[in-house]
């Protein structure tokens, strides 16, 4: 019997045990004298049964599931066929695995004959202590449902308990994100850590020579200066994109809140924000497809001889346009929270609608805009697709945005698809590039929020 | 108030009449009207960058849902060496055929027909043999014609511009090439023949990968909105989970992938490749979202509902259960399906789990190797052949229609079910 | 723009009673004849017509919802703003119609400035603020005009002495009595010829209040100035004239001493003695 059957049979259990609870607590009530001399309605002593008989035994069967495998092992390695097995402990890790999944069904043919050898008693031992666990998990459904059951009473408050188990679920279910975000944290430190203790911190983040592919052997590793890619993911993300994207973005946030009549806005907004919905990869693909042969033939055509077919410019614009509903939406809520009272008194001066725009809405909503901008840019450095597909490899560190350029993200996707060996400099590398976009996508949201709040307080 | 002495700012009054005014108000009117042109004119071109990107993906890829085709005269009885129709019905049918080698007699028809070494057909021009037969068994003992995909080069030489070589068998058989629609694009998985690849598998792994994304980052999104707008007292805690959820909302989608790699791959050992490991990674990136909507339809029910709930006697949690949640729930659906949709166009943090190896065949459980559908554009996209690039430009027309689709529900659902208090 | 229906002068009021239109000796700076204001399907204004005197402070009093502050912003098509709002009758400044086709909005708010309920300074520094104005206008040929107009501004607001030695501080650190007359300074900035106030102290604290108080005490004759107050005190005090308005139709307009101590109308009497409102 394998787990999954195991954990629908406890579940069924856990149902029966409702049905009998609520059974129970259903004959207390009717044979209660008066209305109220029992706590909690049926259902909830239902619900306390259920979830005695559940919890308990589906929390031994997970421990039971981290633990089992090192039984297993030791077991088997107490078996007669393993004295043959050599000491040297990679061979012999790689022969126990071989055998395991070849006991488990994953695999059907040993590549080392000592493994045919282990497939056995690994299979007994695997056997024997499933059983085990088996029985035991079994036996705690019984027992703790039967406890339940017995203390299932007129005056037992089960709702106020399962209320508290309830309140336990919603605040474990809270939790899951901070257990995300310290995940992402230390796993990028961890990993990161390693990376360091091979190459210097300086190098990396100072160097100016990216070439990964070159480095030879462990210690004295050079090429792993990340500057290029930190200007090229500056370049496109933070300079093209945005010089798309900003005046756009910008300029359609004022047109279709101050000028637009209200039936053009109510087709235009959802149409604008399409732009936001579109994969990236697809974008990447159009990058890729058609605006950077275009940009390169426009480059060669103005006499830019060295024109490369995937080029910052391409990868920047597409992204540009990407976030241009992204800053229009942003812009749209800052001068939206502008007081109206300001518009009017410009307005009442006799200033067009223009002016009042340029010199008092725009000024007022500046921190707001600003704050949008950071996290447009925050958003442009962290996408992946559109550079993956369009920017290219190269890591030049080039103003010219013809030429190629590589980003942050690119490499992370350079470095950890292939072969992986997750000890290498070179895949460690990728966590190292996670860490400093993480940190500094962070910082930049941070301070955009702490920017947009104090304007939002501004006007309150 | 200290009465400065008042000199009148100007002597004489501002003549509003007069010509330099009059000017002056013309070129403020002229500058007026640039800025809202200018205006206008970013709204169109943000609107016509869309336009164009939809009708480059549609104009390419319109064309991969269809496939050029030739005509082949099959002499069954003589290639066959007599076959009965009878031998392909029933549950033998499959075993019959693989040992009658469809494959070979469909060669030996090309070469009768066409010439030795002529390479006009797809490579998997013999499995619509296959499937017509098992159709219709009867066709066996008989001359038959059938049209078969053409190769790769020829289609594309047919449909646009091909290498010359193309070009000129295409000029030779003009008038027997056809059009027809590539049912194998809907049913078929990645292949190296761009004839042959088809996006069901993609499509199917995606499937999985969003139920998976759903199961985990619905429910507990829902809760912790829950939690955190109903029960939630002021502590360290509560702003710790706040500040986590509105960053883990913010951070880069391959900040995501390196943590599916480094924790379920690397620590939990879970299969690489795999839906479940992409559904549970894209879970996590999906859940602020939901979480974050969430919380907005929870608050927008008014508390006038809890409280008449309260007076009545019901405990926090059947408040909440009870009133809040059904009522905040169209929001949260809405949420949802907009968080779903970003998930299901996501590509960089199943790259980074593996989801982008060469999948034939369809995943058939969660612990499979899949890929999902933006991967297989990606993956198409980089290859060279010419063929894949209608494909590529097709497989986007589907999953830009899922994405429709889903906002279209959103769109609904808001509509349908939004109540203003 | 809003749709301007010229209706002949002939029908005169048609909620009656109103003793005069007339501002009194001299000829009239603004008029209006039988102005009606609709937003969407709703009336707000019923025939109002009235003059506006050169010499006069022209209060506007009356209970909340009257109709005084729309009918006030009719004066500088303020209600231009409001996209359902739609203006008829006939408003006249210098005996130029302000709502014929045209007539120059913008120069139109120039000639006629307005102070609001609640002081709005622009989040920019005191000297941009009242600089403002005569910039986009371009009154001051150069940086010694602007200055002079901004420092004759701030003195005529009485604001001089309080902030010439912070000009370049934010206009929303200012208190509220001094925001409100640094509005007063911005409107005066671009040398208007009338200055309309909407309920300018509404806002403000009593000693506030009297600064401003005396402030358009100082500023009078100058600019022909109306005031919306719903403070008859005020109205009293500041006034030479006053008209005194009732769901969206004009009661009675007079000579404030007149209106205060001797109405000719029966709803006046009732709103000066307290009964309602």
Not at chain 3, 237 to 256: C, I
């Given at each position: 019997?394998?787990?999954t059957?195991l954990l629908?049979l406890?579940?069924g259990?856990?149902l029966l045990?409702?049905?009998?609870?609520?059974?129970?607590?259903?004959?207390?009530?009717a044979a209660?004298?008066s209305?109220?001399?029992v706590?909690?309605?049926?259902?909830y002593?239902?619900w306390?049964?259920?979830?005695?008989?559940?919890?308990?035994a589906?929390?031994?069967l997970?421990i039971?599931?981290?633990?089992?495998?090192?039984l297993?092992?030791?077991?088997?390695?107490?078996?007669?066929?393993?004295?043959?097995?050599?000491?040297?402990?990679?061979t012999?890790?790689?022969?126990?695995?071989?055998?395991?999944?070849?006991?488990?069904?994953?695999?059907?043919?040993?590549?080392?004959?000592?493994?045919?050898?282990m497939?056995e008693?690994y299979q007994a031992?695997?056997?024997y202590?499933?059983t085990?666990?088996?029985?035991a998990?079994?036996?705690?459904?019984?027992?703790?449902g039967?406890?339940?059951?017995?203390?299932?009473?007129?005056?037992?408050r089960?709702?106020?308990?399962?209320?508290?188990?309830?309140?336990m679920?919603?605040?474990l279910?809270?939790?899951?994100?901070?257990?995300t975000?310290?995940?992402?944290f230390?796993?990028?430190?961890?990993?990161s850590?390693?990376?360091?203790?091979?190459?210097?911190?300086i190098?990396f983040l100072?160097g100016t020579?990216?070439?990964?592919?070159?480095?030879?052997?462990?210690r004295g590793?050079?090429g792993?200066?990340?500057?290029?890619l930190?200007?090229g993911?500056?370049?496109?993300?933070?300079i093209?994109?945005?010089?798309?994207?900003?005046?756009?973005?910008?300029?359609?946030a004022?047109?279709?809140?101050?000028y637009?009549?209200?039936?053009?806005r109510?087709?235009?907004?959802?149409i604008l924000?399409?732009?936001?919905?579109?994969?990236?990869?697809?974008?990447g693909?159009?990058?890729?497809?058609?605006?950077?042969?275009?940009?390169?033939?426009?480059?060669?055509?103005?006499?830019?001889?060295?024109?490369?077919?995937?080029?910052?410019?391409?990868?920047?614009?597409?992204?540009?346009i990407?976030?241009?509903?992204f800053?229009?939406?942003?812009a749209?809520?800052?001068?939206a929270?502008?007081?109206?009272?300001m518009?009017d008194?410009?307005?009442?001066?006799?200033?067009?609608?223009?002016?009042?725009?340029k010199?008092?809405?725009?000024?007022?909503?500046?921190?707001?805009v600003?704050?949008?901008?950071?996290?447009?840019?925050?958003?442009?450095?962290g996408?992946?697709?559109?550079?993956?597909?369009?920017?290219?490899l190269?890591?030049?560190?080039?103003?010219?945005?013809?030429?190629?350029?590589?980003?942050?993200?690119?490499?992370?996707?350079?470095?950890?698809?292939?072969?992986q060996?997750?000890?290498?400099?070179?895949?460690l590398?990728a966590?190292?590039?996670?860490?400093?976009?993480?940190?500094?996508t962070l910082?930049?949201?941070?301070?955009?929020?702490?920017?947009?709040k104090?304007?939002?307080?501004?006007?309150? | 108030?200290?009465?400065?002495a008042?000199?009148?700012?100007?002597?004489?009054?501002?003549d509003?009449?007069g010509?330099?005014?009059?000017?002056r108000i013309k070129?403020r009117?002229?500058a007026?009207?640039?800025?809202?042109?200018?205006?206008?004119?970013?709204?169109?071109l943000?609107?016509?960058?869309?336009?164009?990107?939809?009708?480059?993906?549609?104009?390419n890829?319109?064309?991969?849902?269809?496939q050029?085709e030739?005509?082949?005269d099959?002499?069954f009885?003589?290639?066959?060496?007599g076959?009965?129709?009878?031998?392909?019905?029933?549950?033998?049918a499959?075993a019959?055929?693989?040992s009658?080698?469809?494959?070979?007699i469909v060669?030996a028809g090309?070469?009768?027909?066409y010439?030795?070494?002529?390479?006009?057909?797809?490579a998997?021009?013999?499995?619509?043999?296959r499937?017509?037969?098992l159709?219709?068994p009867?066709?066996v003992?008989?001359?038959?014609?059938?049209?078969l995909p053409?190769e790769?080069?020829?289609?594309?030489a047919?449909k646009s511009?091909?290498?010359?070589a193309a070009?000129?068998?295409?000029?030779?058989?003009?008038?027997?090439?056809?059009?027809?629609?590539?049912?194998?694009?809907?049913?078929?998985?990645?292949?190296?023949?761009?004839?042959?690849?088809?996006?069901?598998?993609?499509?199917?792994g995606s499937?999985?990968?969003m139920?998976?994304?759903?199961?985990?980052?619905?429910?507990?999104?829902v809760?912790?909105?829950?939690?955190?707008e109903?029960y939630?007292?002021?502590?360290?805690i509560?702003?710790?989970?706040e500040?986590?959820?509105n960053?883990?909302?913010?951070?880069?989608?391959?900040?995501f992938?390196?943590?599916g790699?480094?924790?379920?791959?690397n620590i939990?050992?879970?299969?690489?490749?795999?839906?479940l490991v992409?559904?549970?990674?894209?879970?996590?990136m999906?859940?602020?979202?939901?979480?974050?909507?969430?919380?907005?339809?929870?608050?927008?029910?008014?508390?006038?509902?809890r409280?008449a709930?309260?007076?009545i006697g019901?405990?926090?949690?059947q408040?909440?259960f009870?009133?809040?949640?059904?009522?905040?729930?169209?929001?949260?659906?809405?949420g949802?399906?907009?968080?779903?949709?970003?998930?299901?166009?996501?590509?960089?943090?199943?790259?980074?789990?593996?989801?982008?190896?060469?999948?034939?065949?369809?995943p058939?459980?969660?612990t499979?190797?899949?890929?999902?559908?933006?991967v297989?554009i990606?993956l198409w996209?980089d290859?060279?052949?010419r063929?894949f690039v209608e494909k590529?430009?097709?497989?986007?027309?589907v999953?830009?229609l899922f994405l429709?689709t889903?906002n279209?529900?959103?769109?609904y659902?808001?509509?349908?079910f939004?109540?203003?208090? | 723009m809003?749709?301007?229906e010229?209706i002949?002068?002939?029908?005169?009021?048609?909620?009656g009673?109103?003793?005069?239109i007339?501002?009194?000796?001299?000829?009239p700076?603004m008029?209006t004849?039988?102005?009606?204001v609709?937003?969407?399907?709703?009336?707000?204004?019923?025939?109002?017509?009235?003059?506006?005197?050169?010499d006069?402070?022209?209060?506007?009093?009356g209970?909340?919802?009257?109709?005084?502050?729309?009918?006030?912003?009719?004066?500088?098509?303020?209600n231009?703003t409001?996209?359902?709002?739609?203006?008829?009758g006939?408003?006249?400044?210098?005996?130029?119609?302000i709502?014929?086709?045209d007539?120059?909005?913008?120069q139109?708010?120039a000639?006629?400035?307005?102070?609001?309920?609640?002081?709005n300074p622009?989040?920019?520094?005191?000297?941009?603020?009242?600089?403002?104005g005569p910039?986009?206008h371009g009154l001051a040929?150069?940086k010694?005009?602007?200055?002079?107009?901004?420092?004759?501004?701030?003195?005529?607001?009485?604001?001089?002495?309080?902030?010439?030695?912070?000009?370049?501080?934010?206009?929303?650190?200012?208190?509220?009595?001094?925001?409100?007359r640094?509005?007063?300074?911005?409107?005066i900035?671009?040398d208007?010829e009338?200055?309309?106030?909407?309920?300018?102290?509404?806002?403000?604290d009593?000693?506030?209040t009297?600064?401003?108080?005396?402030?358009?005490?100082?500023?009078?004759?100058?600019?022909?100035?109306?005031?919306?107050?719903h403070?008859?005190?005020?109205?009293a005090?500041?006034?030479?004239?006053?008209?005194?308005?009732?769901?969206?139709?004009?009661?009675?307009?007079?000579?404030?001493s007149?209106?205060?101590?001797n109405?000719?109308?029966?709803?006046?009497?009732?709103?000066?003695?307290g009964?309602?409102?």
């Open positions: 019997m394998n787990t059957t629908i406890v579940i259990l856990g045990g409702w049905v009998v609870g609520r059974a129970k607590a259903a004959r207390l009530v209660s004298s209305k109220g001399s706590h909690s309605l049926p259902n002593h239902g306390y049964v259920a979830l005695w008989g559940v919890v308990p589906i929390l031994f997970s039971w599931n981290i633990v089992s495998p090192a297993i092992t030791d077991a088997a390695l107490t078996s007669p066929a393993a004295e043959a097995l050599p000491k040297d402990g990679f012999r890790g790689s022969i126990l695995a071989e055998a395991r999944s070849i006991a488990n069904g994953d695999q059907t043919k040993a590549f080392n004959p000592l493994s045919t050898s497939v008693p031992a695997t056997s202590y499933q085990i666990g088996m029985v998990a079994l036996l705690l459904v019984f027992a703790c039967a406890f339940a059951w017995l203390k299932i009473k007129p005056e037992l089960a709702r106020t308990k399962i209320e508290r188990v309830t309140m679920t919603l605040l279910a809270s939790l899951i994100a901070i257990v975000t310290i995940g992402i230390v796993s990028l430190i961890f990993e850590a390693r990376f360091f203790s091979m190459v210097s911190p190098d100072f020579e990216w070439n990964p592919k070159a480095v030879a052997g462990p590793e050079s792993f200066g990340a500057i290029p930190f200007w993911t500056v370049f496109i993300g933070a093209i994109a945005m010089i798309v994207a900003i005046p756009l973005g910008l300029m359609s004022i047109y279709l809140t101050q637009a009549p209200p039936t053009f109510a087709w235009m907004k959802p924000e399409v732009l936001a919905g579109v994969p990236t990869v697809v974008y693909y159009f990058a890729a497809l058609t605006v950077a042969p275009a940009l390169r033939d426009f480059a060669v055509s103005i006499g830019i001889s060295n024109a490369s077919s995937e080029s910052a410019l391409a990868a920047g614009v597409v992204m540009g990407m976030i241009i509903p800053v229009s939406s942003m749209d809520d800052s001068i929270a502008v007081p109206s009272a518009r008194g410009s307005l009442a001066m006799g200033a067009t609608k223009s002016e009042t725009i010199k008092v809405l725009i000024p007022a909503a500046l921190p707001g600003v704050g949008g901008v950071l996290l447009a840019v925050s958003r442009a450095i996408e992946t697709m559109i550079v993956v597909m369009a920017a290219g190269a890591a030049n560190m080039t103003a010219n945005p013809f030429s190629s350029v590589t980003t942050v993200t690119t490499q992370i996707v350079q470095l950890l698809t292939g072969d060996e997750f000890d290498s400099p070179k895949t590398a966590f190292a590039l996670g860490l400093v976009l993480f940190i500094v910082l930049l949201n941070l301070i955009a929020l702490r920017v947009v104090k304007y939002r307080e501004a006007y309150e | 108030m200290n009465s400065a008042i000199s009148p700012v100007d002597p004489t009054p501002t509003w009449r010509e330099v005014m009059q000017r070129k009117y002229a007026e009207r640039r800025f809202k042109t200018l205006g206008i004119g970013s709204v169109l943000s609107a016509s960058f869309l336009a164009f990107l939809l009708f480059v993906m549609v104009g890829g319109l064309r991969g849902f269809t050029t030739l005509p082949l099959l002499d009885p003589a290639l066959t060496g076959a009965s129709a009878s031998q392909f019905e029933g549950p033998n499959e019959n055929l693989k009658l080698g469809v494959q070979e060669d090309i070469d009768i027909q010439g030795e070494n002529s390479e006009l057909f797809s998997g021009a013999w499995k619509a043999v499937s017509a037969i159709q219709n009867n066709i003992e008989q001359k038959t014609t059938l049209t053409v790769s080069e020829i289609d594309v047919y511009d091909g290498s010359k070009e000129q068998i295409v000029a030779k058989f003009d008038n027997e090439l056809s059009t027809g629609f590539n049912w194998n694009f809907l049913s078929n998985s990645d292949a190296t023949d761009p004839m042959q690849v088809g996006i069901w598998g993609a499509l199917k499937l999985i990968t139920i998976i994304t759903l199961l985990m980052a619905f429910p507990i999104g809760l912790a909105a829950l939690y955190l109903e939630a007292p002021k502590n360290r509560t702003d710790l989970i500040v986590s959820i960053n883990l909302a913010a951070v880069p989608s391959i900040i992938g390196l943590l790699l480094a924790v379920f791959l939990f050992g879970l299969p690489r490749s795999a839906a992409g559904g549970l990674t894209l879970a996590l999906t859940m602020p979202v939901i979480v974050i909507s969430g919380r907005n339809a929870v608050k927008s029910v008014p508390p006038s509902i409280e709930a309260l007076g019901a405990s926090p949690i408040v909440v009870h009133h809040v949640l059904p009522l905040a729930l169209p929001g949260i659906l809405t949802t399906i907009i968080g779903m949709a970003r998930a299901l166009g996501e590509t960089a943090p199943l790259l980074m789990i593996g989801m982008r190896a060469f999948i034939a065949t369809p058939n459980g969660v499979d190797p899949a890929t999902v559908l933006p297989q990606f996209s290859e060279v052949n063929g590529t430009s097709a497989a986007i027309i999953l830009l429709l889903m279209a529900l959103a769109i659902l808001r509509n349908r939004e109540t203003r208090w | 809003n749709d301007i010229h002949e002068n002939g029908s005169e009021t048609a909620s009673g109103v003793s005069s007339s501002a009194g000796e001299g000829s700076k008029t004849r039988n102005v009606e609709y937003y969407g399907e709703k009336q707000a204004i019923n025939g109002v017509s009235i003059d506006i005197n050169m006069n402070v022209t209060a506007f009093i209970p909340s919802g009257c109709g005084k502050s729309t009918f006030l912003r009719c004066l500088n098509r303020m231009d409001i996209p359902i709002a739609k203006v008829t006939d408003i006249e400044l210098d005996n130029e119609d709502y014929a086709p007539m120059d909005v913008v139109l708010r000639r006629v400035g307005m102070v609001f309920q609640k002081p622009f989040p920019k520094s005191i000297y941009d603020n009242i600089a403002y910039r986009i040929s150069g010694d005009e602007l200055d002079h107009i901004v420092e004759t501004s701030l003195q005529r607001a009485g604001l001089w002495g309080e902030v010439q030695d912070r000009l370049d501080d934010s206009g929303t650190a200012l208190s509220g009595g001094q925001q409100q640094l509005c007063i300074a911005r409107a900035a671009v208007p009338v200055i309309l106030m909407d309920e300018p102290c509404s806002a403000l009593p000693i506030a009297a600064k401003i108080e005396e402030l358009i005490h100082e500023i009078r004759g100058k600019y022909a100035i109306v005031i919306v107050t403070n008859m005190q005020q109205a005090r500041v006034s030479q004239r006053t008209a005194f308005f009732h769901l969206g139709t004009l009661v009675e307009y007079g000579v404030t007149d209106i205060f101590t109405p000719t109308q029966e709803k006046t009497r009732d709103y000066i003695t009964r309602y409102g």
